[in-house]
């Protein structure tokens, strides 16, 4: 069982930037693929990026291309989402997710198993 806590959200303006973190439990999670996904409101949760166990692959979402970077330290278990140049459409509530069947990074929502609690990000203009 792995246990994801979400950090770093919080109220910003436009251009702005902000560093999301995701706490994890758990001694295997190393060997899990990781993502961020953001739901809107009245809006289906949809896929931000998405990291191999290594950290070596990384997947974006088109949108968020050259403006977040994610990375992981599996020694302090934890992965991070760095948002620059933010954008008002980037609010959202921000989640955490693992994949404990793969190592390998996927967009698929139903290929990811455990989830946090979400943090909530707002971009104002």
């Known amino acids: 069982q792995v246990q994801l806590v979400e950090s770093g959200g919080g109220l910003v303006q436009a251009g702005g930037s902000l560093r999301l973190s995701c706490a994890a439990s758990g001694r295997t999670f190393s060997r899990y693929a990781m993502g961020w996904f953001r739901q809107a409101p009245g809006k289906e949760r949809e896929f931000v990026a998405a990291i191999s166990w290594s950290g070596s692959s990384t997947y974006y979402a088109d949108f968020v291309k050259g403006r977040f970077t994610i990375s992981r330290d599996n020694a302090k278990n934890a992965m991070y989402l760095q948002m620059n140049n933010l954008k008002p459409e980037d609010t959202a509530v921000y989640y955490c997710?693992?994949?404990?069947?793969?190592?390998?990074?996927?967009?698929?929502?139903?290929?990811?198993?455990?989830w946090g609690q979400g943090t909530q990000v707002t971009v104002s203009s």
């Open positions: 997710t693992a994949d404990r069947n793969s190592g390998r990074p996927t967009l698929r929502r139903a290929e990811y198993d455990y």
